[in-house]
């Protein structure tokens, strides 16, 4: 069965890097999305892309996030300097549009980030 | 701004039935979702209700009362697999864009 795979699954860095987030959606999937949990709260919603642009962006997906989609199987989250706070769980996500209001979105595995 | 509420803890016995509360205040609704978690596992979809009423999917069912910014979590016969994390969520805003609940940790015993 197709999945959403991320890397790494955890990522040490020192407060102030830039770290990359890695995903690889589902194959045929064209909405891409990035949500973010710090352990033990609730999963938040960072931004959705599609159509090689971003089209919903929450109040957390400030200036230092960025997304791209480089190549036709990446899909990639960028921290540009780092904070404290940015330590949490990062959840890739794709779905297959129908049609509807609303499609099943297929979640990664998740990279845990550490900033020390 | 978006909020959606919870109980934060609900413990059931093994082959019982469950039922998880959801209170939301949105803008732009467009529908309740409902994704189940294990601990240190990605969110797993399990129903959506667009519509008013109950949507059955095997041992669990969705229910939305738009009128009442309500839906529920049924779990019918639960097993001890079904020890979870349950968060609800809205698509409201734009489309696509989804605020989770703040989860409910689901102990079931024996």
């Known amino acids: 069965e197709p999945e959403v795979t991320q890397t790494p699954s955890h990522q040490v860095t020192q407060m102030g890097q830039e770290v990359i987030l890695r995903c690889v959606p589902i194959?045929?999937?064209?909405?891409f999305y990035w949500y973010r949990q710090i352990l033990g709260q609730k999963v938040e919603f960072l931004v959705s892309f599609y159509n090689n642009e971003i089209s919903e962006k929450s109040e957390i997906f400030d200036d230092q996030f960025s997304v791209e989609r480089p190549d036709g199987s990446n899909f990639t989250l960028k921290i540009r300097s780092t904070k404290l706070e940015d330590s949490a769980m990062y959840f890739c996500?794709?779905?297959?549009?129908?049609?509807?209001?609303?499609?099943?979105?297929?979640f990664g595995p998740g990279t845990r980030l550490t900033v020390l | 701004g978006q909020s959606l509420e919870q109980p934060s803890e609900v413990t059931a016995v093994e082959g019982a039935i469950v039922q998880i509360n959801c209170t939301y205040q949105t803008s732009g609704f467009y529908g309740l979702s409902w994704y189940q978690q294990h601990d240190g596992g990605a969110p797993t979809f399990l129903s959506y209700?667009?519509?008013?009423g109950l949507e059955e999917t095997g041992r669990f069912s969705s229910f939305l009362s738009r009128s009442d910014s309500y839906g529920y979590l049924l779990l019918q016969e639960l097993q001890m697999k079904d020890s979870a994390s349950y968060f609800c969520?809205?698509?409201?805003?734009?489309?696509?864009?989804?605020?989770f609940g703040t989860g409910t940790k689901l102990q079931v015993i024996p």
């Open positions: 209700n667009a519509l008013d």
């Open positions: 194959s045929n999937h064209l909405y």
């Open positions: 969520a809205v698509n409201s805003g734009g489309y696509q864009k989804v605020t």
């Open positions: 996500a794709s779905s297959l549009p129908t049609g509807s209001s609303t499609d099943t979105q297929y």
